[in-house]
């Protein structure tokens, strides 16, 4: 089954630097890769995916890119603001339509 | 909001029985998920479903049961053969399960004392 590892666990940055989180997933089928932002005492949210027939996809700040060979994905963020401050999560869909997530990473944006 | 909803928020119960987590959709969507999330453990997959009457373990399926009677209902036991129960728990739903987005309900926050 799917195996998705994220890291880093914590990051800390500074307000307008970036922030990149990456992930590697097990299943070569796999083919449905979200990224969810939770805020404390919230849900999780999507905020980007991306499929396997694209390497790249921007939203504003926020991009992903997909390296199907290497089996990674990385969420960048640029110009980050306070308001970034949460855990993300990356998640790939495998073969069984299982929806399997990593271990996510807390992301603390200071002033 | 969202469409998913569970209930109850929080639940307290006492150790060695069974508890059900509630969790509904009116999204009309064919697949639905149960996740456990525990601090710095992200979110376990414990069972889906993606299509009425039949579901499928996830990772950490022991000591849990669900069913899949309508599309709209997925809820969970968790039984007394469930050895650490106290948990947030977090249902989600998608269109296929394949490649679609998944909403998530706001969660139960079980504590067993």
């Known amino acids: 089954g799917e195996n998705v590892e994220q890291h880093p666990s914590t990051l800390s940055v500074q307000e307008g630097d970036s922030a990149v989180i990456k992930c590697t997933y097990s299943?070569?089928?796999?083919?449905?890769f979200p990224w969810y932002k939770q805020e404390l005492g919230k849900r999780p949210q999507l905020i980007i995916d991306?499929?396997?027939?694209?390497g790249e996809k921007k939203d504003q700040r926020i991009a992903v890119t997909l390296n199907k060979t290497a089996k990674h994905f990385s969420l960048h963020i640029t110009e980050t603001q306070p308001e970034d401050s949460a855990v993300y999560f990356c998640?790939?869909?495998?073969?069984?339509?299982?929806?399997?997530f990593g271990a996510g990473t807390q992301v603390v944006v200071t002033p | 909001d969202g469409g998913i909803t569970q209930s109850p928020k929080y639940l307290f119960r006492k150790e060695g029985q069974n508890v059900t987590l509630s969790c509904e959709q009116n999204?009309?969507?064919?697949?639905m998920y149960w996740y456990r999330q525990d601090p710095g453990q992200g979110l376990r997959l414990i069972y889906y479903?993606?299509?009425?009457?039949?579901?499928q373990k996830g990772d950490i399926a022991e000591g849990y049961s669900v069913s899949r009677e309508k599309k709209e209902s997925f809820p969970l036991t968790v039984t007394s053969a469930q050895k650490n129960p106290t948990a947030f728990y977090l249902c989600?739903?998608?269109?296929?399960?394949?490649?679609?987005?998944?909403?998530f309900g706001q969660g139960t926050r079980l504590t067993v004392v």
């Open positions: 989600a739903s998608s269109i296929n399960g394949m490649n679609t987005e998944a909403f």
């Open positions: 299943d070569s089928a796999s083919n449905y």
């Open positions: 991306i499929r396997s027939n694209v």
């Open positions: 998640a790939a869909t495998d073969s069984w339509g299982k929806l399997q």
């Open positions: 479903s993606q299509i009425v009457n039949d579901f």
């Open positions: 999204l009309n969507h064919d697949a």
